[in-house]
């Protein structure tokens, strides 16, 4: 019969086991709090779940998705990504990253519906890498804040705002790119043409943005180039790299690796540029505004209004916009303004140099336009070469800069695709390039073929077969600029100068970052125009 004492040696024994096992406990602790998170888990995928087992994508395992399928390396990365849309698309398809949702979008039906949506405005998470180097400017800002600086910046970038910051500046500029490309006049190795280009982008883009005449070989000059240039490559790397994602360790990143500097030097001059500017608007000494080529001269030498007095005046005028505002959203146009530009120039004089007879057709709409004269680039003779403008608009076809566009959605939003109700919080991931490259919508799609851009080919597509500004109300707000300074740039490099190269348009490799460029470079030759028609 079992005494009190048994019973009590029992419970003792018990507790004892109770307290040898206490590893056991947290063992047990840790698995249930694992429960715990799995079910908060799943019942935060349950609504996603529910719409993603409607659409097809890639193998997906519990907790990591797909995430398996992207560890590679970047080259490794583009070439399976362009595999799995071939695969899955152009119907929508999912990515679980993780335990987040992404649905890939490729017909324009369905890519309208989100650019074009209230609900799809905010940027994914993946944007904060860029914070670091452009804070809360336009391209990154929350939803809200972007709100309030579109509707004040709108206006900045109208057409005519652009022409007159733009038009006074670019004559000086593009002369410097001839004076630099004369040098390789001869010269029967190619030369890499980004390396002109860049200049000229890059010193247009700071001239008419912070009002500093930059010399690109100055050091003032190349350390901004470079600092730019650097950031949007370290921000790329953390893109790539979601271990490097929160702040924290990004910002201990960076100081190890002395990347913070980087950043610093990219502020440098944009702030030295808002305090003169202050200053002299303090004594009262106010830009002028150059209104058209018969402009005095003497108003010509004075200090021109650039993008940043426009941003004063507007905080003249009550706009809530601090010097850190200000400085921000410099540092973003310079960032989204530079790469993007100098690459679609530099592949569209490469595709040229490809394809001399429509290097010739190009030319001879120049030679049409200014005959032997040397008449400067103004908004009414670029606004007749139709014929380059197809050009680069096939360029940015082919070669659309930016890889992706990512919206995360705010509500629920319905696609034209099945009808399908993409659940809020659903990243959409939209690759212009994909689009561009379907055949349904571009006959040949993989050969250059500016005609694709004539008024009739046009008006048979849907607008939004052709994306790379993005579109709807968060599209590039630079379109008008990009164009202006592009078709300036293109039309005074072939009509100096004839481009040759022995590259063919199926050796172009493409290295994706944050922009999509050549791998090899532009290698060009050219050789001196005779100014006349070519037939
Ligand atoms: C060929 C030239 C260019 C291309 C292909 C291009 C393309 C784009 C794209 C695709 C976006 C949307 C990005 C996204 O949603 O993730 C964008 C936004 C933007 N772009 Fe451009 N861009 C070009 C030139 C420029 C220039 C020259 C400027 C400035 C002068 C500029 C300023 C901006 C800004 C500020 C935004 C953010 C707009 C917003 O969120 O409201 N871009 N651009």
Known sequence: METSQDVYSEI?????????????????????????????????????EKFAAKISGPPAYPIIGSLLEFIRTPKELTKHLTEICETYGPEPFKIWFGCSLAVILTKPEDIQAILTSPNALEKAYMYKCLKVGVGEGLVTAPVEKWKKQRRM???????????????????????????????????????????????????????TTIGFNLDVVSKQGTDLKQSVLKAMQLVAVRAYSPWLYPEIIYSIYCKFTGYESVFKQLHTLPVYMIRKAKEQRKMGDKPVIVNDDNDSVENKKKRLKVFLDILLELREAGENLTDED???????????GYESTT???????LLLAMHQDIQDKVYDEIYSVFGDSDEECTIDNINKLVYLKQ????????????????????????????????????????????????????????????????????????????????????????????????????????????????????????????????????????RPRNRRKTT
């Open 12 to 48: 003792l024994y018990s507790t004892v086991k109770f307290r040898v096992t206490g590893t056991q406990l947290i063992f047990y602790a840790v698995i249930f709090l694992v429960l715990v998170l799995l079910i908060k888990i799943k019942l935060n995928t349950i609504r996603y």
């Open 153 to 207: 910046l709108t206006p900045a970038f109208c057409s005519d705002n652009m022409k007159k910051l733009f038009f006074p500046t670019v004559k000086e500029k593009t002369d410097i790119l001839i004076k630099n490309l004369n040098k390789e006049v001869g010269n029967t190795q190619p030369f890499n043409m980004l390396e002109y280009i860049s200049d000229a982008v890059f010193s247009t883009l700071t001239q």
């Open 326 to 336: 200000i400085k921000y959203q410099l540092a973003t146009i310079l960032s989204t």
């Open 343 to 349: 690459i679609t120039v530099s592949f569209c004089l």
């Open 391 to 526: 050009v680069f608009r096939e360029t940015l076809r082919l070669f659309p800069p930016a890889p992706v566009i990512l919206r995360e959605l705010q509500s629920d939003v319905q696609i034209f695709s099945g009808n399908y109700m993409i659940p809020k919080g659903t990243t959409c991931i939209i690759a212009p390039m994909n689009t561009h490259h379907r055949p349904e919508l571009y006959p040949n799609h993989r050969s250059f073929n500016p005609d694709n851009f004539s008024p009739e080919n046009i008006a048979k597509r849907h607008k939004y077969s052709f994306i790379p500004f993005s579109g709807g109300p968060r599209g590039c707000i630079g379109e008008k600029y990009a164009t202006m300074n592009m078709t300036v740039i293109l039309a005074t490099v072939v009509r100096n100068f004839s481009l040759h190269t022995d590259m063919k348009l199926s050796d172009v490799k493409l290295k994706i970052d944050l922009a999509a460029r050549s791998a090899q470079g532009y290698p060009v030759t050219i």
